[in-house]
């Protein structure tokens, strides 16, 4: 085995490097969450695989030179105190993160230089008076097309996209020949759907996805692409990583972060055993940048492309985008603070987790949804245990429904004596639980389910296909009411052990959304943690509680309620 692990490409999964010149807000944890809940979700996919993941702070450009100057601040001890709070943010909602990279090491300058010179090397590099509309809010040149009037000011022009007003600049900088990508790039993203037929992989989508992203650059390639400017002149931006050979020259901001992407796994020094990312999520902002200019740096190095670009759209606030500049943005240590991280996770998951259209951040839905984790999972876990049910379970020991899930399961009740059942003359079939077997079907089923919502990146899918279970299971133990002395033993235990079966599905399904929580729970029913993957979410497929009567006491699934008055457990 080991032989083939030291072979296997790593999965990399990758987030952007956000810019620390502010505190991190919510839109920053759901590309985190996204990211994590992928990774997390690879390692219970196929464990064997190494899974490398990719987050960090990008700390050069312009945006930081003036937040350290608004300060009075050095730009590097500023970065520092910010990128620490990003770490933070990481640690804070159980990211699992693998490497925090900051563009500020020496080692990802290195990378910097090597491509630079590569680059340069092969011809790809000239340097250019350069003209057009540059926006120093977003820290780029646009061309005409891509510009329009002020509403209100007609001798003002913004960016079509961001509104960000631009002015006519000239200068002198360096450029990357791009122009002649552009057939490549076009032909690689028309072949997506074909890739994705093909692929074995865990996750199969290649290419931009959702697809109204992919076809959004389609169109933006059709309509032309010019060279990339890679350069700023010192004078206006001196914090940055100097151009190899041109100190006059800061090598340009979004060229430096882009390769952050290589740097991290080691690139060149440690070679490309790492390379290409399998999954980079990002913000649909930011766009552009991933599905256009990397994958042509890439192309001109000569490596292999990055696979699948997994866009969302953003969280708003009052239907306006979350923004430092206009001071609306939620904070996600206090949502954690108020919620739990897992209800904080889940409501990304779920509702950001959709990825195609903006989504308004709103206190109440996050209560709503910390409620509904809860009632669905946490409820169900203390009716469960309790010991009304555990008692009468117990008491079901010689006749034929006993027998049957005890086989079903295949595993040893120690406080239970089967022998008189083992020569019972009662038909089980007349004993089972239609409804009971239902629901084990459907469970039986989850795993696959959500596997094909994962493969597919359909993050809240997968989790709606959990949460929609959990909803069935709470229902059934309402209406059957195994706890009542009306219903033979038998029921209980019936239901007991299916109930169990629920719980353990569900919650090693669930580890890549609400870790730990589900740590709580599978810990709670004995669930070993070599036998917590995919695989192993089939009905009957290990063995829960190492005996009928579990010792759950003092388990809480969710430390933090929400906010008193919502919540019924
Ligand atoms: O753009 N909703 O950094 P950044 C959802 N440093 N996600 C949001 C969001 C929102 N309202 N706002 C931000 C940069 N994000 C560059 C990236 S990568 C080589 C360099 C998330 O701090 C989303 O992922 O502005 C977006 O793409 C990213 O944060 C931008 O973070």
Known sequence: ??????????????????????????????????ADIIARYQR???PARPVVFLTGTDEHGLKMQQAAE??????????DTLSAEFRTLSERANISATVFMRTTQRRHRDTVEHVW????DRG?????TYEGYYSTTDECFYPSSRVTSHPTRSDTKIATETGSVVEWSSEVNYKLRLSQFREVLLAYYATTAERNANAEDGLVSRGIYPDVYQNAVVQDLNAGLEDLSISRPRERIGWGIPVPGDPSQTVYVWFDALLVYLSGVGYP??????????VQVIGKDILRFHAIYLPEIVRAMDLEMPKTLLTHAHWTAGQKKMSKSLGNVADPIAAMDGYGVDAVRFYLARVGGRFRDDVDWSEDQLRKHADEIRNSLANYFLRVTSNVIKRRAARATTTSESLLYCDLFSRQFPNLDLSGALTSSLDLETCRLSTNEELLALLDDLGGRVSRSMRNFEVGDALQAIVLVLRHANALLTILEPWSDAHPPDVALSCYLTALETLRITGILLQPFIPHTSEKLLGALKVSVDERSVAHARVGKCQ???GLIMDVRGVKLFDKPANKGTSDS
């Open 70 to 79: 608004a300060k009075g601040v050095d730009p590097l001890a500023w970065c």
């Open 269 to 278: 020094s440690s070679g490309t055993t790492v390379w290409p990312p399998d």
């Open 44 to 46: 219970i996919l196929n």
């Open 1 to 34: 085995h080991s032989a083939t692990q030291s072979t296997v490409k790593p999965f990399y999964v990758t987030t952007p490097i956000f810019y620390p010149n502010a505190r991190p807000h919510i839109g920053h944890l759901q590309s985190l969450v996204t």
């Open 544 to 546: 829960v509680g190492g």
């Open 117 to 120: 010179r590569t680059l340069a």
């Open 124 to 128: 790809l590099i000239y340097k250019d």
